[in-house]
């Protein structure tokens, strides 16, 4: 086998094919992590830029793990310059955090120099995420067009049994994502991951939520998903 694939970049510089190596490398394992998740995962529930996002993860990491190498002080360089990055959308199941943490492993033993560990640990893995793949019953909702529903009421306001018979109402599944306060605290912000029947109108049920004493706005929006 080359070198390279043992050699530590903690401890060496790397030379350019050894680079376009491990990035190629990078690439490819991000390619099987990404399969991995989609073959594993819900049609319903994934996202169309995630299995990209994945990749992409895999080949940063490997770069970063690259440059840093033994260098302390780089590595708390880079750790303040990405601090000013702000990842504004949530991540909305707990598999799918799993998986980005399962590419940031993968393209850090790639870009240690350790293919051995990011294969090993990509099989492991990738077993456990088949042992527990996403199952037709386990899909709440299935069927259903996927939104985003937040509704902000008065904080004083006994809204929410309403709010949940409307809902029932329209044939609607919804499972709370967050809540916070809004408006100095004068008002709740309740958000909702919600699935309609394909035969229910969207703006009939903001019609009907808004009717409800103490609703002070309601939005509703399509979350996209792959055809």
Sequence with gaps: MPDWIFSDSATETATLATLAARLAAAI??????AAIYRATRGRERVAASFPGTLV???VLIAMVTQVIGQNVALAFSLVGALSIVRFRTVVQDTKDTAFVIFAVAVGMAIGAGQPLV????????????WMFHDRPDDRSGRGGQP???TIRMAADAAAEPLVQDVLARHGATAEPAHCGTAKKGTALRTAYRLRLPSDTPPHGLVRDLTTIAGVQAVSLRRVARNA
């Design 56 to 58: 992409m993860l895999c």
């Design 118 to 129: 990011a294969i090993c640990g990509t099989v492991a893995a990738g077993s456990v995420a």
């Design 28 to 33: 490819v394992c991000g390619l099987v992590v």
């Design 147 to 149: 939104f985003e529903l």
